[in-house]
């Protein structure tokens, strides 16, 4: 293997078959992140004909809008606006307010994390924006999103969804699937351990499979839509001789700003994924012009869905109905709509397919994120963990992705509550990092005033961004959940709470405690494996 020539770098020398990079001689040598590195000292780290991970940049514009639609769309369309609804008071205003408040949002988040991954074009999203912002206390932000990421690398609530829609198209009844048996979580595990198998094994075999999937997803997607407008379209569904959205705007069941900001959290879990891509920017083509153009398309295409299937369920269902629809409101929508045969048992299986499809992408992004983590060397055995062995693909981050899901799969009630709770915890986790993300982006713009990306995102936009979740992270609060509680557990938030804590606790013991204790301070090097990856080892000193 050839050496390298590295601006600062010393001791090159090949060690058990991996290049040893040595120590860069700037401030970030002792602690510093392979995110927070500046772009021409990564260029000089990459290798593989200049790529910066040895798959290479291989997703083009349809790859990704595949991976932005197939990441949006999944259960949660499908499954949360029955919960959102009953938080809501069981008022149309009110609900459909959250659903566009939730719109806006996304869009503003869309063109945050755009202008971040064109200053900062690589792998691992909100974790590189976060290191690149924050710098200050010495490896907090890395060593606290390492360990969250890969702790919080799973994909359960689609899973669920997966599991149920598939029983209920087989024709179990709706208690069954809902309540009453773990059948579902266990047809949701099977499926993640293939989805495992298939990306672990062939990168480009699960990219195409990925992308076929998408394409039907897309049909999916347009004749959901058109759906929705025949739905508006029939008169007096249930014979009453008035509007039915006439009882939804009359109705309001107590509300309050816990459950008010619960059902936002979860409406704006329905277009998550507007951030997924970045996980993978590194393997994006072009990523600034690909992310502009399949960012926005992506998100406007779900956006029309979304408003149309949620007319449909205010027109189609009464409110006991919606209240007890659950996470399979939208397969009884369709029943109401064309019938058991085709409503019931195709279409049924279609949003299956389209949570099968959201897996696919969901464990592919993670796989990445879990890489990038597992890159930095702070976790036993990172070495093995980050390796493209022996697919050339990340199988062993696959593989610790698939264990998480396949854990809480077990673990967790069949109830649909369990769902809106995990809805609720992973979205109340992701508006903390996204209020972070937000006001990192002002810091940086602060410390970098030379850099201009070639999208920018909007100052007023920023600040919406900022106010918002500052509200949302607090907003839980006050009041209580009337949807998301599970017995023996904490309310979700405080869940979320305790998962960072402890992420943040690693850091403190890894960085400051432990060393000042034995005596010994870090230092890192890179060093580069045999298949072309480079990762980070830690040495005492």
């Known amino acids: 293997m050839t050496s390298l020539e590295l601006k600062g770098v010393k001791n090159v020398s090949n060690e058990v078959g991996d290049l040893e990079l040595g120590e860069l001689d700037d401030p970030s040598s002792r602690y510093g992140s392979f995110s927070s590195l500046r772009t021409s000292d990564i260029a000089l780290l990459e290798s593989n004909n200049g790529h910066e991970v040895p798959q290479g940049r291989h997703l083009g514009v349809f790859s990704t809008l595949v991976l932005f639609i197939s990441r949006i769309i999944g259960s949660g369309i499908f499954a949360t606006p029955s919960s959102i609804f009953v938080n809501s008071g069981g008022n149309a205003v009110i609900f459909l307010t959250i659903w566009f408040l939730a719109a806006l949002m996304a869009f503003a988040g869309l063109y945050l994390f755009l202008e971040f991954g064109c200053l900062i074009p690589r792998s691992g999203g909100r974790k590189t924006f976060l290191e690149a912002a924050f710098n200050k206390p010495t490896m ?89 407008i025949y739905a508006l379209c029939l008169k007096d569904p249930f014979n009453q001789g008035t509007s039915v959205f006439i009882g939804h705007l009359k109705r309001l069941e107590p509300v309050s700003s816990s459950s008010l900001t619960t059902a936002f959290i979860q409406a704006f879990f329905c277009f998550a994924g507007w951030d997924s891509v970045h996980a993978v920017t590194s393997e994006v083509k072009n990523p600034t012009r690909t992310l502009k153009i399949a ?156 850099k201009k990306a070639d999208i920018r995102a909007s100052t007023p936009g920023i600040i919406f961004l900022i106010l918002f979740s500052a509200y949302l992270v607090v907003g839980p609060f006050w009041g209580d959940q009337l949807e998301t509680s599970l017995p023996h557990m904490p309310q979700y938030q405080i869940t979320s709470l305790l998962m960072i804590l402890l992420c943040i606790s690693f850091w403190f013991l890894k960085f400051q405690l432990i060393p000042r204790v034995c005596g010994y301070k870090l230092k890192s090097k890179w060093i580069l494996l045999d298949d072309g990856l480079t990762i980070k080892k830690w040495e005492k000193c």
């Open 295 to 450: 960012g926005p398309l992506a998100l406007f295409g779900c956006l029309a869905c979304y408003l149309s299937l949620n007319f449909a369920y205010l027109k189609m269902f009464t409110y006991e109905e919606f209240k007890e629809a659950g996470p399979l409101a939208g397969s009884i929508l369709f029943s109401k709509l064309f019938g058991e045969a085709f409503g019931r048992k195709f279409m049924t299986l279609s949003v299956a397919l389209s949570s099968g499809s959201n897996l696919m992408v969901v464990i592919y992004g993670l796989s990445r994120m879990n890489q990038e983590a597992f890159r930095e060397g702070l976790l036993p055995f990172s070495k093995m963990m980050a390796s493209n062995k022996p697919f050339g693909a990340p199988f062993l981050s696959l593989i610790c992705c698939g264990i998480l899901s396949v854990l809480w799969l077990c673990l967790l009630p069949p109830a649909g509550s369990a769902y809106n709770y995990l809805i609720a915890m992973e979205g109340y986790a992701n508006q903390i990092f996204l209020l972070l993300v937000a006001v990192g982006l002002l810091v940086y713009r602060k410390k970098n005033p030379d």
């Open 140 to 228: 907090m932000v890395g060593a606290t999103m390492t360990s969250f990421t890969v702790l919080t690398g799973m994909s359960v609530s689609n899973a669920i969804v997966f599991g149920k829609y598939v029983l209920y198209g087989l024709g179990f009844d709706p208690n069954y699937v809902n309540s009453e048996s773990m059948a579902g979580n266990y047809v949701g595990a099977v499926c993640i351990l293939i989805i495992v198998a298939i990306h672990g094994v062939s990168v480009k075999r699960g990219v195409q499979l990925q992308n076929l999937l998408g394409g039907l997803k897309i049909s999916l997607i347009i004749f959901m839509t058109i759906s929705g």
